[in-house]
Structures are given as C-alpha cells and as structure tokens.
C-alpha cells in the first residue's frame, strides 16, 4: 500500500507478530479479511480437534465394529452416566439406534449401565458409562494375535510343512496400564 510518498508500508492485523513468519502475518487478499490472528488460530485449533476426533471414532469403529457405537463410547467416555436420550441428544443419532446399539454394548461388556437415582415417584432410565480404554483394547488384543498367529502357522495349516513342527505363537501382545 503506498503512503502517499511514492513509498510503501505494510498493514498488520493489530496483535500479530512483525518478526513471526510472513505466512503466519500476512492475510491473502480475500481471505480471512477482518479475522484477528487469534481468531485464526482458535479455528485451526477447533479443526485439528476435529480430525483428531475424526481419526479416533474410525479407530473405534473398527474395534467396535460401526462407526455408530464408536461415536457412542466416546460420547459416553466425554459424558459417563448418560442416559440414551442424552446421548441420542449428544450424538445425533436416532434414540432407537442408540437404544439398541447401548443394548449390544452393555451385553458385551463395552458399555455399564444402573439405573439413575430420583428422589421423586416415576420410571428411572437407565445411566451407561463407557469401561476404560485399556479395557477395551485388552478384550481386543486376544482376538488380533490370534489372528496374527494363525496367519504365521498358514502353511501348517495347509500342510505343507514338516508334519513334526511344533505348533509356534510368534505374536505375543501385552497391554499394560499406566492408570494402575
């Protein structure tokens, strides 16, 4: 922008920093106009949460089979002794589909649930609580090597290795608990 002096200078959104990087201070033409630094950040900061978020409900979704009971447990993890309507509410997904996906949880073991205490007269819904992650994966772990197991003895199972080969179990995981 010119001074007036056949000179230029620079416009700085006010509580930037001038000795920071030149991407960090300066604002396309068009973009982001009138938005402070801060205001940057805070929306950088709200998507890398996100995917983060993102990247954990579809790690989720393949211990726990669907994307929909994934984004249960989390949401339950955030919000422990929720009922199913406030984690319908929570999640926004359809009562009945929580309702349901709440019911197989429980009876696997992901999901605790009681009834919620009421000083008044009525129906108590029922409060679920997601188990720790370290439980979840321990109940996992025992699955994945013994898959892994099997893929390493194929060729025994085929048979077409010595027949006095000892039965071998290469993969061994172990989860330990810094919570304990």
């Given at each position: 922008?010119?001074?007036?002096?056949?000179?230029?200078?620079?416009?700085?959104?006010?509580?930037?920093?001038?000795?920071?990087d030149a991407s960090d201070s300066l604002v396309e033409p068009g973009d982001d106009e009138g938005v402070s630094?801060?205001?940057?950040?805070?929306?950088?900061?709200?998507?890398?949460?996100?995917?983060?978020?993102?990247?954990?409900?579809?790690?989720?979704?393949?211990?726990?089979?669907?994307?929909?009971?994934?984004?249960?447990?989390?949401y339950l993890r955030q919000h422990p002794n929720s009922t199913s309507d406030e984690v319908a509410d929570g999640?926004?997904?359809?009562p009945s589909t929580v309702r349901e996906a709440l019911a197989q949880l429980h009876d696997e073991g992901t999901?605790?649930?009681?009834?919620?205490?009421?000083?008044?007269?009525?129906?108590?819904?029922?409060?679920?609580?997601?188990?720790?992650?370290?439980?979840?994966?321990?109940?996992?772990?025992?699955?994945?090597?013994?898959?892994?197991?099997?893929?390493?003895?194929?060729?025994?199972?085929?048979?077409?290795?010595?027949?006095?080969?000892?039965?071998?179990?290469?993969?061994?995981?172990?989860?330990?608990?810094?919570?304990?």
């Open positions: 922008m010119s001074d007036g002096n056949g000179s230029e200078s620079l416009d700085v959104d006010e509580g930037s920093d001038i000795d920071g630094a801060r205001d940057r950040l805070e929306a950088e900061a709200d998507r890398a949460v996100t995917e983060f978020d993102e990247s954990v409900v579809d790690l989720l979704a393949w211990v726990l089979d669907t994307e929909t009971r994934a984004r249960i447990y989390v999640t926004g997904l359809y999901v605790d649930r009681h009834k919620r205490e009421s000083a008044g007269a009525g129906n108590n819904p029922y409060e679920y609580e997601a188990i720790a992650p370290s439980a979840l994966v321990r109940g996992v772990v025992g699955q994945v090597q013994e898959q892994l197991n099997a893929v390493f003895n194929l060729d025994r199972e085929l048979g077409d290795t010595d027949e006095d080969a000892a039965e071998t179990e290469p993969v061994r995981i172990t989860v330990e608990d810094d919570e304990e």
